[in-house]
């Protein structure tokens, strides 16, 4: 017995309904009539509202319908994306390989769980994606990862379908002929030579001069932030009101988090903050040179850690930043569900209970500089860290401590010097 497709094609597997991570490119729009004609299923097209822009959801239903999609899904996901995935993160203090903010790790898993949701919701038994290995540039070798492993982890029982790992179409000319046979309109855009990933926390660019480390990225690539040269002459001061390690308020206006990332963004890029230029170790092992701009997001990093260094011992502050080097791995691995990172989590959320207050900033140019900070739970005594006061703090008292912490190396001492 076999089955046939959309064209009377002989099918890989029959399956019932497909949600796919549709965003509307020549790409996804080819897998739309793919999978109907190779698995004889209907294809509901998923699109997520991360804060990449309006401009990139404009006129989506008509290209999904044409494609032969039956039906377009769209979700607005970017205060759940700030509220329960960014600011874990940054409550955790997690940076990937010293520089990146994670932009793109942390919105993949959103997105995916979005997908099982919506998989759910229309009785669907498969998802899929248009993620692939093709170029050592693309964001799509560990994206699909990340994507797959949410699946997997959400809702085990769902088939995936990854395209570009089953397909003959090799690249765009091919997808193209292929849209021109099965009668699907070819999106007309101006094809960047930067591939981009854009959400509310950041905008990463890859490819073209970026794949040669050694060449300076021209300054019409930046996209969020202005050349620092051209920022403000004088410096702009933000607080930023901070309670249990989430921030929550700029000078004193309470915001929900996809409003305040979106306003430390537009603060930030007119200063020129946020950019960084890296070379990364990919998931899948290769290196790849990326440059990000992550304006608001690298203003409320320096005022998380820097409230801590109020409300955490030397102690606490050692262990969260060993664990969050940690974080990072495996939100960047994909493994947001993993059951480590959730104790992790839990973790963070404890140690960060003390940490509210405040913490004033000053940027120009590029820069951010600490200028102030405050909290109700500080550690830090000013009758004790004076240097004109001795009630508290008795400078005899060291002499014990000395001896007593320096033992182990005088006891080496004496052993080396026969003594």
């Known amino acids: 017995m076999t089955s046939s497709g959309v064209d009377g094609k002989v099918l890989r597997k029959k399956l019932n309904k497909v949600v796919l991570a549709y965003s509307g490119g020549l790409d996804t729009s080819v897998i739309v009539p793919w999978l109907r004609e190779n698995y004889g299923c209907e294809v509901v097209c998923f699109t997520a509202d991360v804060g990449q822009g309006v401009q990139e959801l404009e006129g989506l239903e008509q290209k999904a319908k044409a494609s032969g999609s039956c039906q377009l899904v769209v979700k607005d996901l970017k205060e759940e994306f700030v509220r329960d995935f960014v600011f874990p993160c940054l409550r955790a203090g997690a940076i990937y390989e010293r520089k990146y903010l994670l932009g793109t790790s942390m919105a993949r898993p959103v997105i995916a769980k979005a997908m099982v949701d919506v998989a759910k919701e229309v009785g669907a038994d498969a998802v899929s994606h248009g993620f692939t290995c ?113 921030p929550v308020s700029i000078n004193g206006k309470e915001l929900s988090p996809a409003s305040l990332v979106s306003e430390l963004n537009k603060i930030g890029g007119k200063h020129g903050i946020g950019r960084v230029d890296m070379v990364e170790n990919r998931l899948v092992g290769m290196k790849s040179r990326g440059v990000y701009e992550t304006p608001g997001g690298t203003i409320l990093f320096t005022a998380v850690s820097e409230l801590e260094s109020l409300t955490l011992d030397r102690e606490a502050i050692q262990i969260k930043d060993f664990l969050a080097l940690k974080y990072a791995e495996l939100v960047y691995a994909g493994r947001w569900f993993d059951p480590l990172r959730e104790s992790m989590d839990a973790f963070m959320k404890e140690i960060t209970k003390t940490s509210t207050g405040s913490v004033t900033l000053k940027l120009y140019k590029g820069s951010v500089t600490v200028i102030g900070r405050e909290s109700p739970n500080s550690l ?21 401590f000395i001896r007593l912490y320096g033992l182990p190396m005088r006891v080496r001492a004496m052993l080396e010097k026969g003594l």
Request: charged content about 30%; glycine content about 4%.
């Open 134 to 246: 093709r170029h050592s540039y693309k964001p799509s070798s560990s994206s699909q990862v990340r994507f797959e492993l949410t699946f997997f982890a959400l809702n085990p029982q769902l088939t995936v379908v990854a395209p570009w790992r089953e397909w003959e179409i090799t690249g765009r000319e091919d997808a193209i002929e292929y849209a021109i046979k099965h009668n699907v309109p070819v999106p007309v855009t101006k094809k960047s030579i930067y591939s981009r990933d854009r959400n509310l926390w950041h905008l990463s660019h890859e490819g073209d001069i970026l794949e040669d480390p050694a060449s300076e990225p021209k300054e019409d690539m930046y996209m969020m932030t202005v050349d620092p040269k051209e920022a403000p002459d004088e410096p702009e001061y933000v607080k930023i009101g901070i309670v249990e390690g989430l």
């Open 380 to 400: 830090y005594r000013q009758d004790i860290s004076s240097f004109e006061s001795g009630e508290i703090y008795n400078q005899a008292d060291a002499a014990g």
